[in-house]
């Protein structure tokens, strides 16, 4: 009899640039008010950018639409359970819809040496109300 393997599902890259972004000592606590409800699901977070954006402020949150600036953010890569949580969190698909782009990041050695690189990775942005 033959054993049949379960395949894991391939973790999510995400890239958020507002309220899913780790509690960091620079920002006011509020701006990552929805961070916690998904963290138990992030297996890695790191820095990234996003070329070619703009933020506009629509008050309580950031919204990204086309433009000619940097976007600073995270890129989270989550197990896949987590895009239902955002997904309920940020309204989707009526409040935002995602968009696949290559961001930028410093991807952190683990084990031996310390450093950091910079990497590509294709991955999806929350991105509100604006098609990227």
Do not use: W
Request: net charge neutral.
């Amino acid at each position: 009899m033959s054993k049949t393997r379960s395949r894991t599902p391939e973790p999510e890259h995400i890239f958020v640039y507002g309220t899913l972004r780790p509690p960091r000592a620079d920002i006011p606590e509020d701006d990552s008010r929805y961070y916690p409800q998904v963290a138990p699901y992030v297996q890695v977070v790191t820095s990234a950018q996003r070329l070619q954006g703009t933020l506009s402020d629509l008050g309580t949150y950031p919204a990204a639409r086309p433009g000619a600036d940097i976007i600073q953010g995270d890129l989270l890569v989550v197990v896949p359970e987590a895009l239902a949580i955002m997904d309920r969190l940020e309204g989707h698909p009526a409040f935002f819809q995602r968009a696949k782009f290559v961001a930028f990041y410093n991807e952190q050695y683990h084990g031996g040496s310390e450093g950091t690189k910079k990497s590509l990775s294709v991955c999806s942005i929350r991105n509100h109300l604006f098609p990227l």
